[in-house]
């Protein structure tokens, strides 16, 4: 059964756990600013495209799909 941190012991409990748990935190935080910056690079590159082939221009399409590819498929 779990101790509550209404006793003495549940409170130290917890109170040792803290420093892992903001630790975890912090690590899901960074991740997620990663990925939050992943996605609005995609955004930019979705956008760079879209223009281009609206004005039919397929050397400029062709010239952003592969900057595109050598930069973010590149082992």
Not at 15 to 34: F, Q, T
């Amino acid at each position: 059964m779990s101790e509550s941190t209404e006793t003495p012991r549940g409170f130290f409990r917890t109170a040792r756990a803290l420093p892992g748990l903001v630790r975890d935190l912090k690590d899901s935080v960074h991740e997620n600013r990663r990925l939050n910056r992943r996605i609005a690079e995609l955004t930019d590159v979705v956008t760079e495209l879209l223009i281009p082939v609206a004005d039919r221009d397929e050397a400029k399409v062709q010239e952003l799909l592969e900057a595109y590819r050598r930069t973010t498929l590149a082992p």
